[in-house]
């Protein structure tokens, strides 16, 4: 049993160690919140499953070193409960940004955003709230991304040409310019002219201004932008803890399995257990096995 408990101890001190990179995408959610995406909210599930799968391996940890009853028995089943909220958070994560991407311009090579490629989903449909769009669209004028876009080469401003060459963010194409059927003439990155031609029929043509506080913030390419930056962001993290999850699965089932054996077997007696061994998950499987081994038997 000693050495079960040392091996469950160094499998917890690996599950600390992979709370790190989840921690870690977390936490640079919140920067892109606060620099980018700017919606606040969405971090914070990622960052308090990373907590809590960090403050239960230590747990565990101490636990198995102390052959604590209590603590051996909170950590399996806290863990499963996470391992648990973490496949659910991935597969929200993925049917929450599974619609819409950038729509290719004509000899540009930035992409365009339209609303109605991520309508219908739960994160559309809270971006283009009135109630979420007034605080996003204000945190996006003040970080000044649209006023970061202008380029000057020996003192000469940014040609069209060279503007049409540019690889721009979703946010950049979406919030600093107005989409390219509207048929604006480019003047600068943030100033465009209607030239005087027929404006098109997209409603965001009507919402540009060449004003630098207001551009395009109300325009629906701008919130399609930003869902297609959190598209990017999420898909990132949802790929770490993917990778993350799995190794969670692996080690937590050889955790189970280490708590149900001692002294390198399997112990059959459940009353030889100790009890937080009894009233782990494993102890659960194995008792419902157990008992339908016996029902067959009979």
Excluded at 1 to 11: K, P, V
Excluded at 114 to 119: I, M, Q
Excluded at 173 to 187: D, N, Q
Aim: with cysteine; aromatic share 12%; hydrophobic share 40%.
């Amino acid at each position: 049993m000693r050495t079960s408990n040392h091996l469950i101890g160094f499998l917890n001190f690996l599950t600390f160690l992979l709370s790190i990179p989840i921690l870690g995408g977390g936490i640079g959610l919140s920067s892109r919140a606060n620099n980018t995406d700017c919606m606040k909210f969405l971090q914070w599930p990622v960052i308090i499953i990373g907590v809590a799968i960090m403050v239960v391996s230590l747990a565990g940890f101490a636990g198995a070193c102390y052959r604590n009853n209590f603590l051996m028995y909170l950590y399996l089943w806290a863990m499963f409960f996470i391992v648990a909220a973490l496949i659910g958070f991935v597969i929200f994560a993925y049917a929450v940004t599974d619609k819409g991407s950038g729509q290719p311009v004509l000899n540009r090579v930035y992409l365009d955003y339209s609303l109605r490629d991520y309508s219908g989903t739960w994160l559309a449909d809270r971006v283009a709230s009135e109630s979420y769009w007034s605080k996003i669209s204000s945190c996006i004028r003040d970080s000044h991304v649209c006023r970061k876009m202008g380029r000057n080469f020996a003192g000469v401003p940014e040609s069209a040409e060279m503007f049409y060459l540019r690889k721009l963010s979703p946010i950049e194409s979406g919030c600093c310019k107005p989409p390219t059927s509207c048929g604006f003439t480019y003047i600068n990155e943030t100033v465009w002219s209607p030239g005087g031609g027929l404006v098109g029929t997209d409603p965001d043509c009507l919402r540009w201004s060449n004003d630098q506080e207001q551009l395009c913030y109300n325009c629906d390419s701008c919130k399609a932008g930003v869902l297609a930056s959190l598209k990017k962001s999420w898909r990132k993290v949802s790929v770490i803890n993917i990778v993350i999850l799995i190794l969670l699965v692996i080690l937590y089932v050889v955790a189970c399995a280490l708590s149900g054996t001692t002294n390198g077997s399997t112990t059959t007696s459940l009353t030889a257990r100790p009890e937080w061994r009894r009233h782990s998950p494993a102890g659960y499987i194995f008792r419902s096995c157990h008992q339908r081994k016996e029902l067959l038997e009979f």
